[in-house]
């Protein structure tokens, strides 16, 4: 039974300089605003686009996105927050919901690009059933699948935490709350816990990874022969997947993988996939993705169509005037 009397915990990963604490803020708030905005530009483009919005491809980008958008604001928000009031403390509750929502949003986001894979593995390798295989009321069961399975994934780290008694060092060296520096505060011995944390959160990322990998492998192994016909565009959208599975599964596998030690560099990699990982999604997904670039022309330029109108008629009123 947990019988905790830690209330709050204190963030010893923030710095306590000035010059540093506003350095990290920009940065932080440099990431937070590409997050959101970036983000919002994916699904705002796919659903504005009638090409984009058939297609499971783009179905599941959008779906990306919007987990993006809510993982960083997990943690960023509370990190900015910290930084200009040079507060470094959170309840236990706070504590417990970071834990809870960074771990359903990983979790699902985990699952959504093995989807995604699969997804552009029948498109490619099986391309005369694809539109039977993914048709929209299957892609959005399948879809459903994810965050279910992101669900289950994160109620089972909450529940190994709240079995743990806290009763003494409330000190945490991170910037936020994570299951590996939650657990080594427990006045108890942890290392079954932390056994069954690699089996849920290092398992998962790692077979994940893997699965990922063997996918793309065949698609490029299917590729090989048809490479002038269909190869460059397909090529194209896997490297950029392939991207973001490896920003996003390498620090994970790296944090979750090896939970016994605490060091620097597991630090900076669990910031990384929480806050830059983000960020970086929608970059890679427009810069390397033809379509979604064009799309995004084809909006600008319709809303300077609009405003052309708009801003003549104010030019000729003044000069009527």
């Known amino acids: 039974m947990n019988v905790s009397s830690v209330t709050e915990f204190v963030f010893r990963g923030i710095s306590c300089s000035h010059p540093i604490r506003h350095l990290l803020f920009v940065l932080v708030l440099a990431c937070y605003t590409t997050i959101i905005l970036g983000n919002l530009l994916i699904v705002v483009t796919v659903n504005k686009e009638p090409c984009l919005r058939q297609s499971p491809m783009y179905f599941f980008l959008a779906s990306l996105s919007i987990i993006d958008a809510m993982l960083g604001c997990v943690a960023a928000p509370k990190m900015m927050a910290d930084l200009v009031t040079c507060g470094n403390t959170i309840s236990f509750g706070g504590c417990l919901a970071q834990v809870f929502f960074l771990h359903f949003f990983g979790g699902s986001e985990m699952l959504l690009l093995t989807l995604m894979a ?54 945490l060296d991170s910037f936020y709350c994570d299951v590996p520096q939650v657990v080594r505060l427990a006045c108890a011995n942890t290392y079954v816990t932390e056994l069954l944390m690699v089996a849920n959160s290092g398992l998962l990322s790692l077979l994940c990874f893997f699965t990922l990998l063997v996918s793309y492998g065949v698609i490029i192994a299917t590729l090989r022969g048809h490479f002038k016909e269909m190869g460059g565009k397909a090529l194209s959208t896997c490297s950029s997947h392939l991207m973001v599975v490896c920003l996003i599964f390498v620090p994970c596998i790296f944090v979750y993988l090896v939970p016994f030690s605490s060091s620097r560099v597991d630090k900076m990699a669990s910031i990384f996939y929480t806050v830059v990982t983000p960020a970086l999604n929608p970059i890679i997904y427009t810069l390397r993705n033809h379509e ?18 708009l801003l003549q008629s104010f030019v000729d009123e003044g000069m009527r005037v």
Not at 125 to 154: D, E, K
Request: glycine fraction near 8%.
């Open 118 to 171: 699969y997804d552009r593995y029948a498109a490619i390798c099986q391309p005369l059933t694809y539109a039977v295989t993914m048709n929209r009321p299957r892609c959005a069961r399948l879809l459903a699948l994810c965050w279910v399975g992101g669900f289950i994934h994160s109620t089972t780290q909450l529940v190994l935490i709240l079995r743990l008694p806290f009763c003494g060092p409330n000190e």
């Open 292 to 309: 979604m670039k064009e799309a995004v022309g084809r909006m600008q330029g319709r809303r300077e169509g609009k405003l052309k109108p």
